[in-house]
């Protein structure tokens, strides 16, 4: 059986789905294949690792412990009196499959209302000439012709040699989020943005959360200050970090995980109930194209793109996880927006320097554009001013006043290059300087604007008045 499109996209996360609708709404015949995760009931659910085992679960039981410690630790100072709060991990995860339930539920939605059709199977593979193999559960094989094929299959994670994942008491981070019973000794690999989720969900209650890193694998950029006011907030709520340690083995004796690895000239060995393998994620591109697609791959699997996305192959595009940069969600969905136009004629183009990256932690972590490391090592003059929450009222308020804002501005023209901010709705508060830099704002800019009182977004204000030594709230260093 074979049917010919105008587009065809094989994956359905964020970057897929999305270029998928915008493709239909945009005029064209879609066809849309490869559900890469599925139900044991073998029908086909949408959203990739995002929505089902990736940013939506996270967040929703982020937002679960985020309560928990409200109730424990903070409502006495409110003068609110509760009985000793517990934790029944069902109903918590409950809520989180619920929740991924409806989002997931609403893309088919999208796909239904968009005139997208969905050709579910268990795998699609690029061949010659735009031609997609799409291969059902059952064996059967559908192809699809297309005048173009978007290529966003996502991602995966990574397995260390170590600690092989068994799926019972070593996970990767898709086995993370549905851990029943909860651990109460717990430990996670390397420092990337995930394992720092899981950090704040699991180390909320687990009475022991190590958390080791084998080596930096972060995609979000920090400046030093940065890093140290997240670090001293982490391990202030009881976080066990170990800097510059590298396991070396594992084993499974008498249900648990005995752990060797190593700390600068020492070998150590700990019993973990749970270890949790979060060291990064890969490209999702073994076997989703033959050797005659004309796609071609670097050595990490990355699939080779210009700056529009297009691949070496015509009427072919990779977006999402599979391309360079970072894997973010965001990323790909607006790369999956801007092919979509591209393929319909309009000359849409992705300012790949105001993509934000986002760590939910608690506090959360947010960035946009360059650190001052990555400027000195350019040779840019800049200046740059940071303002901590701790003097801000609403921070003071709700007592949420760890962490600062940063924004870095070019010492010449005073146009905004970086902002970087550890804190309450820290996401948020970045995407403020993301559309400022969109705009080619200067740090005047911000500091001409007028802000509510009191609010979160103070600290903005008040970092863009310390890049000039401006600052109202707090005393201003001289600047040279």
């Known amino acids: 059986m074979s049917a010919n499109y105008d587009v065809v996209v094989v994956g359905a996360g964020p970057a897929g789905y999305v270029c998928a609708i915008r493709s239909a709404q945009l005029g064209s015949e879609s066809g849309h294949c490869r559900d890469v995760v599925r139900r044991e009931s073998g029908k086909p659910v949408f959203g990739g690792t995002c929505l089902n085992v990736g940013c939506i679960p ?21 003068g609110i009196s509760v009985e000793v709060p517990g934790i029944d991990v069902a109903a918590m995860m409950g809520r989180k499959t619920k929740i991924v339930g409806q989002l997931t539920g609403g893309v088919s939605g999208l796909f239904k209302h968009n005139g997208v059709e969905v050709c579910a199977g268990a795998s ?120 510059g340690a590298r396991v070396t083995g594992t084993e499974i004796r008498d249900g648990k995980v005995h752990v060797t ?15 949790i393998v979060s060291v990064g994620r890969r490209p999702r591109t073994n076997d989703l194209f033959s050797s005659d697609s004309g796609v071609t791959t670097d050595e990490r699997g990355f699939v080779y793109v210009n700056d529009y996305c297009a691949t070496e192959a015509p009427g072919v595009w990779a977006i999402g ?17 801007m092919v979509a136009e591209r393929i319909a004629g309009k000359p849409n183009q992705l300012n790949y320097d105001c993509i934000p990256s986002i760590i939910y932690t608690d506090p959360e972590v947010a960035a946009v554009g360059k650190t001052e490391q990555e400027l000195k090592s350019e040779g840019v003059a800049y200046k740059s001013g940071t303002f901590p929450f701790a003097a801000i009222g609403r921070a003071l308020a709700s007592g949420n006043t760890d962490g ?23 996401a948020d508060l970045v995407q403020q300087m993301v559309i400022a830099m969109e705009f080619g704002s200067s740090a005047e800019d911000i500091q001409l604007m007028v802000f509510g009182h009191p609010t979160l977004s103070a600290a903005v204000h008040e970092a863009a008045l310390a890049v000039d030594g401006h600052a109202i709230h707090m005393a201003n260093r001289k600047k040279r």
């Open 58 to 78: 996270s967040k929703a039981l982020l937002d679960s412990s985020h309560k928990f410690i409200e109730a424990k630790e903070h409502f006495p100072t409110h």
């Open 124 to 243: 699609g593979k690029l061949f010659a000439n735009r031609k997609v193999e799409v291969s059902a559960a059952d064996g059967t094989v559908i192809t699809l012709e297309a005048a173009n094929v978007v290529l966003a299959s996502g991602s995966e994670p990574i397995s260390i040699p170590p600690a092989p994942v068994d799926n019972d008491l070593i996970v990767d981070s898709t086995g993370a989020w549905s851990l029943m019973p909860y651990p109460s000794v717990l430990v996670s690999l390397v420092l990337v943005s995930l394992a720092w989720n899981l950090g704040s969900v699991w180390g909320a209650w687990a009475p022991r959360w190590c958390c080791w890193r084998l080596w930096r694998a972060s995609s979000l950029r920090w400046t030093s200050k940065l890093r140290k006011s997240r670090r001293k907030s982490l391990k202030s709520r009881g976080l066990d970090i170990r800097l």
């Open 261 to 275: 690895y190593t700390q600068g000239d020492q070998s150590l060995d700990e019993v973990f109930d749970k270890l």
């Open 321 to 337: 996880d599979i391309v360079r940069g970072p894997m973010l969600a965001h990323k790909g969905s607006e790369e999956g927006v």
């Open 404 to 426: 600062l804002v940063k924004i870095i501005a070019d010492k010449n023209t005073d146009r905004i290059l970086g902002a970087h901010c550890v804190g309450p709705s820290a």
